[in-house]
């Protein structure tokens, strides 16, 4: 129907805690060979915290909304029914930030348009704070971006460079078994 009509008609709604699960997820499915055909075919919510996601997750798989769903839960939460599981044991910002870093922060500094030592020592220091939900922004304030533009930058650059192949596929498979 999106392609006859030019309006939004998605075939599966994806429920995830925030905007930064959901631009990490987005990044995984655009990064498959099969993303540009699969996104336009869903819709992406945030709503909050792990218990609502799966809350919408269950009642996704229960048949009990208006449309098929699923929930989508950060890598340290365990299974739940209706519900998938980000890639890595703990949450997104310190899943890229530490994978990013073992891979020596591999071509970031082109992105971020700042020499390697400069922008390194900025992600040190950010990774220093103990709320990894402030990262983006402690860096965004140290070389002016939005702190929005540094998770897409992050997202983006640790599904080219860290996220697995397995990773990928199971969910790509896990979608396109529940728009089936």
């Not at 008609?9 to 997820?25: G, I, M, R, S």
């Not at 348009?113 to 860096?139: C, K, N, R, V, Y």
Request: aromatic share 8%; proline share 5%; net charge negative.
């Amino acid at each position: 129907m999106s392609y006859i009509d030019e309006s939004v008609h998605p075939e599966l709604h994806l429920f995830v805690e925030d905007k930064e699960a959901n631009t990490l997820l987005r990044d995984i499915i655009a990064s498959h060979n099969e993303g540009s055909v699969l996104l336009p075919r869903l819709s992406f919510s945030n709503v909050g915290p792990a218990n609502v996601v799966k809350v919408m997750g269950e009642l996704g798989s229960n048949h009990k909304l208006p449309y098929k769903s699923i929930g989508v839960l950060d890598g340290e939460m365990e299974e739940s029914p209706g519900c998938i599981i980000l890639p890595g044991k703990d949450a997104p910002e310190r899943v890229i930030f530490n994978q990013l870093r073992i891979a020596n922060w591999e071509n970031l500094p082109e992105r971020f348009g700042i020499g390697a030592g400069q922008l390194f020592t900025i992600f040190e220091d950010a990774m220093f704070h103990p709320d990894h939900h402030e990262w983006t922004s402690i860096i965004g304030n140290r070389t002016r971006m939005s702190s929005n533009r540094v998770w897409e930058i992050m997202a983006k650059e640790w599904c080219t460079i860290c996220l697995s192949d397995a990773d990928r596929d199971r969910i790509i498979q896990q979608i396109k078994d529940r728009l089936s």
